[in-house]
């Protein structure tokens, strides 16, 4: 009994910055008939603005994201397609990035090349999972379960570490970019522009809750291999 309460605080604390996120971007996602554009054209606009017309507006089904490697804003269908308040902000926070990249942000490309190491370690991590029975089992010996152990929790906290530093990425696209812009650009009201705050702020934060909930995984992960 003295554990639920904790418990329930311990989920809430993880999961809900991903929720209210999704909240957030849900609510200001209704048609907006006055924007004279999609979220996917306001992208198109804002990179040739910036002198950015090799960078592309795609598309895409695993989330609205950059690419720095293709030079692609990648737009989930709801707000590639949309005219509202969500997907004109969160193409312009997309954008951000853009213009992230062409600056040669530096915090930037540091996630760039974590995310490639993040890749690697989550492989290793997986194959270390499966092999720690097996290997320990063949060998005898406790200490090979060991390192295989700290190999797997150590690729998890990898991930962790990228979505760290994402933070600070994703907030100058959302406060020092997007925001600006769109103030500046006035493609969105005065009183527009308090709700257009709370979803950038959204946008950043979901790293956050990446964060935890790797976090959260990793503390799973040990409690299970532990028992082993």
């Known amino acids: 009994m003295h554990f639920i309460i904790p418990g329930i605080l311990l989920l809430i604390v993880i999961y809900g910055p991903a929720l209210w996120a999704r909240y957030t971007f849900k609510r ?42 293709s030079k692609t804003v990648c737009l989930s269908p709801q707000y590639f397609e949309a005219k509202s308040l969500s997907a004109i902000t969160i193409a312009a926070h997309e954008v951000g990035h853009a213009i992230q990249d062409a ?28 092999a720690i029975p097996i290997i320990t089992a063949l060998t005898r010996a406790p200490s090979a379960g060991i390192l295989l152990f700290i190999v797997a929790i150590g690729s998890m906290l990898v991930s962790t570490l990228v979505h760290l530093v994402t933070l600070p990425v994703e907030w100058d696209a959302s406060f020092g970019k997007a925001m600006p812009v769109l103030k500046a650009g006035e493609y969105i009201s005065e009183n527009e522009q308090k709700a257009a705050k709370k979803i950038l702020r959204a946008a950043a934060l979901t790293y956050v809750a990446s964060s935890l909930v790797s976090l959260l995984n990793v503390g799973r992960w040990i409690a299970v291999l532990w028992r082993r």
């Open 28 to 69: 200001y996602n209704k048609p907006s008939p006055h924007f004279p554009g999609t979220g996917a054209e306001l992208a198109r606009h804002l990179l040739n603005r910036f002198d950015l017309p090799h960078v592309k507006v795609e598309i895409t089904k695993i989330g609205d994201h950059y690419d720095p490697e």
């Open 103 to 130: 600056q040669n942000h530096p915090m930037l490309e540091l996630r760039s090349r974590l995310v490639k190491i993040a890749m690697t370690a989550e492989k290793l991590g997986s194959i270390a999972i499966i």
